[in-house]
């Protein structure tokens, strides 16, 4: 029933932008903390970033921390992930997930969607 669908991956040059979305259904939108993470060839899942429910409080991972925004729209019941200034190793599988802000560990996930950037 909990659904999240990412968006808007593709391929890029170095240096372009991106923006990823993720609309979620069969939740409470604004009672969950939603994340990006990504999943590179050959490497283990890692962190991107993360924001709460008011758009108070993010985080960044320090490898994309200043090239990338994460933002909520939650009448949309959306969550955005602006990549600026890409490097060729940025090139992950994407994917969002939902936490219950209450909680520790992210318990929906999306599908995923590919972005690629060429040197």
Request: charged share 20%; net charge neutral.
């Amino acid at each position: 029933q909990v659904q999240l669908v990412e968006s808007g991956g593709g391929l890029v040059q170095a240096g372009g932008s991106l923006r990823l979305s993720c609309t979620v259904s069969g939740l409470t939108f604004s009672n969950y903390v939603m994340g990006w993470f990504r999943q590179a060839p050959g490497k283990e899942r890692e962190f991107v970033a993360a924001i709460n429910w008011s758009g108070g409080y993010t985080s960044y991972a320090d490898s994309v921390k200043g090239r990338f925004t994460i933002s909520r729209d939650n009448a949309k019941k959306t969550v955005y992930l602006q990549m600026n200034s890409l490097k060729p190793e940025d090139t992950a599988v994407y994917y969002c997930a939902t936490r219950l802000v209450t909680d520790d560990t992210y318990d929906y996930w999306g599908q995923g969607t590919q972005v690629t950037v060429s040197s």
